[in-house]
């Protein structure tokens, strides 16, 4: 079983549609994120939270929303979606101990986002 | 000066010889380097870490890093067809220990 667990795998929707993505991990991480990934392009930073009580914006976070259900939930929201919200969307968490800032990022396999 | 670069390629190498991907970033006092692959698709996967200076291998994979230039590398030796793929570096700066940067990526192709 995937570690990081994204759900779902591929979605359609509509504009204007609320829509959430969620994310779910075994590894016992704090450390939890959502990236963005359009095609050709890298990937971009949404929204990451370190602990259940703990949630931070990325370099773009606008039109998106989070929620930090657990240590092993952080689920993305977009309240009313937009075609060039069309993306590939990752998951990824962490592990905080050791040296601070030695621990590399671990994904999901991630959901496919069309916004028509 | 951007935080990371990387040739966006597209790379091509026969198949049986040596890749090189390089990766230079600006923050001088950046921890922890690593490499992921990404195959088209797909979500990034975890190759190689590297933390000092020098070289690490682990199979056909050498990631080296060199801080007083500021670039980290990452070889593959025996090119196979099944290597294509992006590469992307990444790293925590020592501004901002808690949260990694990735470049955008170098797409590499083995040509048979």
């Known amino acids: 079983d995937a570690d990081v667990t994204q759900t779902p795998r591929n979605r359609i929707t509509k504009t204007g549609k609320r829509i959430m993505l969620e994310c779910s991990q075994t590894k016992g991480h704090d450390r939890m994120y959502w990236y963005r990934q359009d095609p050709g392009l890298g990937l971009r930073l949404i929204y990451y939270s370190f602990d259940v009580k703990d949630i931070n914006k990325g370099e773009i976070s606008d039109g998106y929303s989070v929620s930090r259900q657990a240590q092993a939930k952080f689920s993305l929201s977009l309240e009313s979606a937009i075609p060039n919200q069309t993306a590939l969307y990752f998951c990824?968490?962490?592990?905080?101990?050791?040296?601070?800032?030695?621990?590399?990022?671990?994904f999901g396999d991630g959901t496919r986002l069309s916004i028509l | 000066q951007k935080e990371v670069e990387q040739n966006s390629g597209p790379l091509s190498v026969p198949e049986g010889a040596i890749a090189s991907l390089n990766c230079t970033y600006s923050d001088r006092g950046s921890q922890s380097f690593f490499w992921y692959r990404q195959y088209s698709g797909k979500s990034p996967e975890l190759i190689m870490s590297i933390y000092s200076n020098g070289d690490k291998e682990d199979g056909r994979f050498t990631a080296q890093l060199n801080k007083a230039s500021q670039y980290v590398s990452l070889l593959i030796r025996d090119s196979q067809p099944s290597d294509s793929a992006t590469y992307l570096c990444a790293f925590y700066p020592y501004s901002s220990a808690s949260k990694i940067i990735f470049g955008s990526g170098t797409r590499l192709s083995i040509r048979p």
């Open positions: 990824a968490t962490s592990d905080p101990r050791g040296q601070a800032g030695n621990q590399p990022q671990h």
